[in-house]
């Protein structure tokens, strides 16, 4: 068993690493759980899943990963960004203050910024059950495709795999390490959900405007810087 607490702790070191770097991803995952505690639960798995995936193809597949990925990452982080700008449009356009187009729609990242709000009385309850129900496993799905267009996880885990060469080849120390991987990568995206989660319960409905606001234009910016340079 000790000889398995060295890749699992390696794991859990390169888990934090790509998780904690607060990027546009976070600023997402932060301000969904201002929204709804439930979906930012998914939406958090879906993020760990993609770098347990990342580490798993890296672990088995370092090497051909990182020279697969290289000559087209500048595309892949360009179609990131547009992705991303296109959600930080989405998100400004439907920050405003309660009352205001209360008929535009709650789904998809670029949600009302009110919709969140637990009191909503102009809904019939059926509606509301169907959608709550809905709503998580669609958002594990788009995070899980959002965090997947980042070229950078991939070619993080596979200099790191390839580095630790063949100290992650037996089945038992490349299952520990992404044991450690998937667990540290959960852990932080859970706790950055409570951390939006109690935001969102204790400032008023007009600050947290501002809070959205704020943070889809830190998408927007993080969405330019990712795109350069151009291909």
């Known amino acids: 068993m000790s000889e398995l607490m060295t890749p699992t702790l390696a794991g859990a070191a390169a888990g934090l690493g790509v998780a904690m770097p607060m990027g546009a991803m976070s600023v997402l995952l932060l301000q969904e759980a201002m929204r709804d ?3 930012a639960v998914a939406a958090a798995a879906g993020i760990a899943a993609v770098d347990l ?6 672990t088995a597949l370092g090497p051909w990963v990182a020279s697969h990925i290289s000559p087209v990452e500048a595309w892949v982080r360009l179609a990131s960004a547009v992705i991303l700008l296109v959600i930080a449009a989405r998100g400004l356009a439907g920050a405003r203050p309660p009352g205001v187009g209360a008929a535009a729609s709650d789904s998809g990242l670029g949600a009302s910024a009110g919709s969140g709000s637990g009191s909503g009385a102009g809904s019939g309850a059926g509606q509301v ?3 709550v129900q809905a709503r998580p496993g ?4 788009r995070y899980v495709g959002l965090t997947a267009l ?10 790191l795999t390839t580095a630790q060469g063949a100290a992650l080849r037996t089945g038992a120390a490349g299952g520990a390490f992404l044991l450690g991987v998937g667990a540290a ?3 932080w995206q859970q706790a950055l959900v409570t951390l939006g989660s109690l935001a969102g319960t204790r400032i008023p409905d007009r600050a947290r405007i501002w809070t959205f606001r704020l943070g889809y234009g830190l998408v927007a910016a993080y969405a330019v810087k990712i795109a350069l340079p151009l291909p």
């Open 129 to 131: 059950g169907v959608f």
């Open 138 to 141: 669609k958002a594990f799905v």
């Open 37 to 39: 505690r439930r979906t």
């Open 53 to 58: 995936g990342y580490a798993a193809l890296a």
């Open 185 to 187: 990568s959960l852990l």
């Open 150 to 159: 980042n070229p950078t996880t991939a070619l993080y885990f596979a200099a």
